[in-house]
């Protein structure tokens, strides 16, 4: 056994001996760990705000919305609502059990592992722990690699404030998440590529281990001729190139109705000079790409395709302009991967059916989009095609409402977290079936002698 893997083991064990203490299952307990998350958060603000810059030039305003506000709301949700979420669910009984009171209890898987990705890397690592805790859970944490302030970070905010037999932190990269996955932990939370999802729903197969995955995907956005195009191209241009167009769920490419095309094109055009101005670089509102393999990438998935609006790169910032690209086809190497990144890539459709197969073609998207004033053209979109979640006239923001469950679908993922389905996501629901000594019914046990004639009745009365 390698020293890496001897003191990841030695810490679950010691988180294991800890959840057995039964400490983390009072609702008073929950709630206070979870209050002193949120004052943690509040009082570090600054430093989150500093270490995202840090990591690759996210704005303050981007850090504050999309990584404290929403996990403080997330902590505050889970406070209000955790009460009930916790409380046995009584349930129907069967006549066959007659009689019984049936209930459904929530437990705590035990100690989980959250691996995290890099793209918001604070609050898609903090935000499953906020399920695990409510839960009654302890957690391990392994934030990305990629963000190696926010990592720091995240490290140490969590060693300052828990226990780290309740909470701790491993920081690394694959290789540590290779080891984690070799140890018997009771659920695995996983953000992440699809390929990565895929080796961590392996591991977790082999050792019968329950798994979230939220994956990533080519999440459609489509126009039809009849969507209010100044408003769509506004929401359109915030999901896309917010934190550089760096979001699972950004809309990945555009699928237009061919008449409003040149119209949305001009519309797309005057919203990035407004957001960003003529000069994107000298935006205090525009991040940059993570690395320079990233960077890399993408500037190569730019070629082949014209570039209608944007398309300026400058490598030693890691910088590049939002942009729109037209003249790519399906086959086009942007249309092979996902894109994650500042590049727009804008298709014509004829008619709505068509467009609605060409989605189909492609894998399960975390996301679809749809801009329409046309109801029986929305609610045919919806029915049609499958995808994690889905935005009427808007993009992103499905993911905000703690109501909503959020996840993916097929390739995009399995599972959900958010609100109750992180409570969800981190317990077991345990069916549990309970009978006094009286009254004692013995029609079930043998001699069967002629119950199987009752039996029979009893069922065509039900
Ligand atoms: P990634 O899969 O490369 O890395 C995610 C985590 O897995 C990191 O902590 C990393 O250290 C670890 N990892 C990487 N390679 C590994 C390996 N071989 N074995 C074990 N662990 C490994 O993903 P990323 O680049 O950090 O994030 C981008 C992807 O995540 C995109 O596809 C994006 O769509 C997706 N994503 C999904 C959501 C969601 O909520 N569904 C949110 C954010 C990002």
Same mark, same amino acid.
């Given at each position: 056994?390698?020293?890496?893997?001897?003191?990841? =083991?030695? $810490?679950?064990?010691?988180?294991?001996?800890?959840?057995?203490?039964?400490?983390?299952?009072?609702?008073?307990?929950?709630?206070?760990?979870?209050?002193?998350?949120?004052?943690?958060? @509040?009082?570090?603000?600054?430093?989150?705000?500093?270490?995202?810059?840090?990591?690759?030039?996210?704005?303050?305003?981007?850090?504050? +919305?999309? @990584?404290?506000?929403?996990?403080?709301?997330?902590?505050?949700?889970?406070?209000?609502?955790?009460?009930?979420?916790?409380?046995?669910? !009584?349930?129907?009984?069967?006549?066959? #059990?007659?009689?019984?009171?049936?209930?459904?209890?929530?437990?705590?898987?035990?100690?989980?592992?959250?691996?995290?990705?890099?793209?918001?890397?604070?609050?898609?690592?903090?935000?499953?722990?906020? *399920?695990?805790?409510?839960?009654?859970?302890?957690?391990?944490?392994?934030?990305?690699?990629?963000?190696?302030?926010?990592?720091?970070?995240? =490290?140490?905010?969590?060693?300052?404030?828990?226990?780290?037999?309740?909470?701790?932190?491993?920081?690394?990269?694959?290789?540590?998440?290779?080891?984690?996955?070799?140890?018997?932990?009771?659920?695995?939370?996983?953000?992440?590529?699809?390929?990565?999802?895929?080796?961590?729903?392996?591991? +977790? +197969?082999?050792?019968?281990?329950?798994?979230?995955?939220?994956?990533? *995907?080519?999440?459609?956005?489509?126009?039809?001729?009849?969507?209010?195009?100044?408003?769509?191209?506004?929401?359109?241009?915030?999901?896309?190139?917010?934190?550089? *167009?760096?979001?699972?769920? +950004?809309?990945?490419?555009?699928?237009?109705?061919?008449?409003?095309?040149?119209?949305?094109?001009?519309?797309? !055009?005057?919203?990035?000079?407004?957001?960003?101005?003529?000069?994107?670089?000298?935006?205090?509102?525009?991040?940059?790409?993570? #690395?320079?393999?990233?960077?890399?990438?993408?500037?190569?998935?730019?070629?082949?395709?014209?570039?209608?609006? *944007?398309?300026?790169?400058?490598?030693?910032?890691?910088?590049? @302009?939002?942009?729109?690209?037209?003249?790519?086809?399906?086959?086009?190497?942007?249309?092979?991967?996902?894109?994650?990144?500042?590049?727009?890539?804008?298709?014509?459709?004829?008619?709505?059916?068509?467009?609605?197969?060409?989605?189909?073609? $492609?894998?399960?998207?975390?996301?679809?989009?749809?801009?329409? @004033?046309?109801?029986?053209?929305?609610?045919?979109?919806?029915? $049609?095609?499958?995808?994690?979640?889905?935005?009427?006239?808007?993009?992103?923001?499905?993911?905000? #409402?703690?109501?909503?469950?959020?996840?993916?679908?097929?390739?995009?993922?399995?599972?959900?977290?958010?609100?109750?389905?992180?409570?969800?996501?981190?317990?077991?629901?345990?069916?549990?079936?309970?009978?006094?000594?009286?009254?004692?019914?013995?029609?079930?046990?043998?001699?069967?002698?002629?119950?199987?004639?009752?039996?029979? !009745?009893?069922?065509?009365?039900?």
């Amino acid at each position: 056994m390698t020293a890496l893997a001897t003191s990841l =083991a030695q $810490q679950l064990h010691q988180q294991k001996s800890f959840f057995a203490t039964g400490q983390t299952r009072s609702l008073d307990f929950r709630k206070e760990m979870l209050r002193r998350l949120a004052r943690a958060v @509040e009082q570090e603000q600054e430093d989150i705000i500093t270490a995202l810059a840090d990591d690759f030039g996210k704005p303050a305003f981007e850090t504050y +919305a999309t @990584e404290i506000a929403i996990l403080l709301a997330e902590i505050k949700f889970t406070l209000k609502h955790l009460h009930k979420w916790m409380k046995p669910q !009584k349930v129907k009984s069967s006549f066959l #059990n007659f009689p019984s009171k049936d209930y459904i209890y929530a437990e705590p898987y035990g100690i989980s592992l959250v691996i995290g990705a890099w793209n918001y890397p604070f609050q898609l690592t903090l935000s499953p722990l906020v *399920g695990s805790m409510a839960a009654g859970g302890c957690t391990l944490l392994k934030p990305s690699e990629l963000t190696p302030a926010t990592s720091h970070l995240i =490290a140490t905010l969590i060693e300052k404030h828990f226990p780290q037999e309740y909470i701790a932190v491993a920081q690394g990269g694959p290789e540590v998440s290779q080891e984690l996955l070799q140890l018997p932990f009771d659920k695995i939370f996983f953000t992440g590529s699809t390929a990565v999802g895929k080796m961590v729903a392996q591991a +977790a +197969a082999s050792q019968l281990i329950p798994v979230t995955l939220e994956l990533g *995907g080519k999440s459609p956005c489509v126009v039809d001729a009849s969507a209010n195009l100044p408003v769509a191209a506004n929401r359109i241009i915030w999901g896309k190139f917010i934190n550089a *167009g760096q979001t699972c769920v +950004a809309p990945d490419y555009l699928l237009v109705q061919e008449t409003v095309l040149p119209a949305l094109l001009e519309q797309l !055009k005057k919203t990035i000079q407004t957001f960003y101005t003529d000069h994107p670089q000298d935006s205090p509102d525009y991040a940059r790409i993570i #690395n320079d393999r990233h960077f890399e990438r993408l500037s190569r998935l730019m070629q082949d395709a014209t570039v209608y609006y *944007g398309g300026h790169t400058d490598a030693s910032q890691r910088f590049i @302009e939002p942009t729109v690209l037209t003249d790519v086809t399906w086959q086009h190497p942007l249309m092979q991967e996902e894109i994650f990144g500042p590049l727009l890539p804008v298709l014509p459709f004829k008619t709505l059916p068509e467009a609605i197969d060409q989605i189909n073609r $492609q894998g399960k998207p975390l996301a679809l989009y749809f801009f329409s @004033e046309d109801k029986a053209a929305q609610e045919l979109v919806l029915e $049609q095609t499958s995808s994690g979640g889905a935005c009427i006239n808007d993009t992103v923001s499905h993911l905000a #409402n703690p109501h909503l469950p959020f996840g993916g679908v097929g390739p995009s993922g399995q599972g959900n977290y958010h609100g109750k389905a992180s409570f969800d996501a981190f317990s077991h629901h345990k069916s549990v079936l309970k009978k006094s000594f009286w009254p004692e019914v013995n029609f079930r046990y043998p001699p069967y002698q002629d119950k199987l004639n009752w039996m029979k !009745k009893a069922f065509d009365w039900l």
